[in-house]
């Protein structure tokens, strides 16, 4: 059901003419048809790497052990397996700015899915410092770490609506694809 959405979206986009309709196939890269060069260029390109480089660190170690990270979140694997490799494949499109949107939305997901779980676990947004918290009541993975919250997930949700409204900018395959 779903692929014949994705089919059917995709067929409408590549068959829209982008002069009557200002989004047109640039819904494949950003909801701003625009592709902004300059400072505001670079400022998208420094945002676009360095979030589509985080992705990557954190996709590939799930991407490499998905089952014990499926079981550790006690979630089918199925679910693992899109989350993972929409993180580590999806880095990659957003480093070079590649279908950008597309991109953006299966992380997005994840990263709401991620919010959502620590919410109803019961962590705070905005952990205390684990400095502050006596050693015997929290020592993380490995004996050390950050306590769990849901700010990063939070963080990332922002950085990814930015992208995702923004565009890739100036400095991106998609300039080079969609732009005027």
Known sequence: MIYKFALGLITF??????????????????????????????????????????????????????????????MPIFMCFLSAWSMFLGGFALIIGFLTLLATLPIFASMVFAAFLEIT?????????????????YKGPL???????????FMYCVMLITIAVLGPGAFSLDASIFGQ
């Open 13 to 74: 986009l590549l068959a829209t003419n982008t002069s009557s309709i200002p989004l047109g196939i640039n819904l494949l890269s950003s909801l701003n048809p625009v592709f902004p060069a300059g400072i505001v260029g670079w400022a998208l390109l420094i945002l676009r790497v360095s979030t589509g480089g985080l992705f990557i660190l954190h996709g590939y170690p799930k991407v490499t052990h998905l089952k014990q990270w499926a079981n550790s979140m006690h």
């Open 143 to 153: 004996g050390k770490g950050e306590p769990p919250s849901w700010e990063k997930a």
């Open 121 to 137: 676990s019961g962590k705070p947004f905005v952990a205390r410092d684990p400095y502050l918290i006596p050693e015997d009541q």
